[in-house]
């Protein structure tokens, strides 16, 4: 590990700094790249060879792509059609908005969802004297779980399936079981301790004909915007082919990353938007952010640090691969509730490349473990996830506050209860395999 | 219903008024009724009295939406030879009722309308603030039937308004500008007419209008520029001013270090005796005909 004490002190700065959010993510890393690209601890060049391009063109294709369905206008239709299915009964508001919020999130980035699933969500529930927070709280969960379930869904799923080389399809077969119990489990638990907030309203004229004022005054404020079926069309084609691409992904040999640019860039093309402002929607701090990363932890990597955590931490634990999916699992859950999933799935993922290096465990189970743990474990704390944060804030200019201490009265328990369903599967999962 | 529902319900109704208006207000108020009565559980007890709270609540909103208000009391008159049918028969009656006081009043509106749009003439240049659809179809009417050509001057002051206006007017190809609602002393000379539409016209000669029409009227009135009042007589109150229920409401404001109450009214109090012409379903309204309906 020679030469190894400054990377790693910028590494704990640059990790301190996330957390407490002291300056810009994307400034975080930089400054810290920048710190070690000026005292020579790495050569710009060795530097650019640790970003993972992959990872990047999958996420800017994606917000390019998300940046222009917003502007068709899909989401807003689709979250107003969801309010009127509920026609204001509090458990369907709660079950369809989630149903919408997980799929959604499976194949969109969750900080895309709750931005357009959040203020609709307030407005109905505060429209109808229902107390926001729980709603606020459980879409962000929800946000969570279900972008566990495909490879494009939440950021340590891209990661890992970048960096590894796992499929769309690798994920989204491996991960929908635990996911789809892991939401029933949630909801199921949200009914269980609110049941008296899920009373059904249709003997009450008063609430019938609120809620009916409302659905009209939402379909008047969400969907003031005139809805060119054509540019739609076109987006949902383009977003369908994309998905379509990373399903065949064995067949095309299109890494996700080079379809979603690919879709991205047609659609830029087809739809005739202003380019310009559409590459402002994108979220470059975040691009940047994951530039700095990769180069931070590339740097650890090659002077040994990561090995060294791997045999004298992770390795420790012995060769009992249940014990090791679980070690993993359970880590990677708390870990990434107090501290950003993203730097602490870069991290783990060459820890958990060596540890398979000394025991292979077979279907990939170990990645698994990481993509669960890194994504469920965003929800034990609201920092632990974008979507808390930015569900949260929205809710806050609405004017409902929820704390730190609120949010995780309803979330600890929930987080627990789905690792433990991620536990259960991935012990089966591997009992079968071995 | 408890107060925190009341509250959220009269802030709908002032949230529809300040987007759509009063008068798609009062449509749009009527399908919730029939809507909410479809989806309603209850026994055949229950049902009248949950329909007549509603109806109490409904006449307590602020303000006091009058023409839903009329149209309510004639409903809650005509339901109650069907109190002792059975519960869906009832239901269907009342949602028959309310179908029917909808097309009654968009009549009159239609009415007003037609009016309306021969007090347009060739060469006027109108002024237009927080237009209703009722004004909104004035206007389009008057371009679409008669060959005359005019100029309005939008008063730009709640912006959702004013784009569908704008919108409205560009689609039918009617020559318009749009000014900030404190420059309109700019276009007074150029100007000669202002469209209003109100909530309510009260039985002490005084009309319920949008926040701001107050100061446009007295503006426009001291100006010499001919101000018409646009309203069925469904909006005409049998109470006065006062009874109005005009919210008013206390907000904290903050600015830089300086920390302070303002209190907000979320409509105007109009000297009825400024407006010119008041244009109902009948036609241009005189002041003996004002005062049968009035004092």
Redesign the interface.
Known sequence: MEGALLPIVVFIIVYIALTFELVNKAVAALLGVMVLLALHVVSEHEAASFIDFETIMLLLGMMSIVAILRKSGFFSLLSVKIAELT?GNPLKILILFSIVTAVLSAFLDNVTTVLIIIPIIIELTA???LDPKLYVISQAIISNVGGTATLIGDPPNIIIGSKVGLTFNQFIINLIIPVAISFVATLFYLWLTNRDKFKPI?????????????L??IR??FL?IKIDKLFLGKSLACLGIAILLFVTQTITHLSPGVVAVLMAMVLFVITGVDVEHMLEEIEWSTLLFFTGLFILVGVLEEKGVIEWIAHNVFMRIGDNPYLMVLTVLWVSGIVSGFLDNIPFTITMIPIVRLMLEQTPIPNNILWWALALGACFGGNFTYIGASANIVSIGMAKQSGVNISFLEFMKTSVLITIITLIVASIFLMMYLWWSL | MNQTDRENLYKLFRDHGDVLGFVRTTVVALKSFMESIRLLKCTTSEIMPLIFDLIQVIRCSEPKIIPLIHLIEQFETEIQTSADQDIDTIKAQAIQILQQKIDMYQSNVQRVTEHGAQCLKDGDTVVVHMASSVVTNILLKAMETRDISFKVIILQQNLVRAKQLINALSKADIEHVIVPVYNLSHYLEGSNKLLIGAVTVTEDRKIVAPVGTASIVSLCHANNVDVYLFANTLHFSHHGSTTQQIHCELQNMNFEDCAYSMVTYSHDLVNLDMIDHVITEDGEMGKISQSRYLL
């Open positions: 026609q429209g109808m004297g249709n003997n009450d004229l008063g609430k019938l004909f609120s809620v009916q004022l409302l009209e005054k008047n404020e003031n």
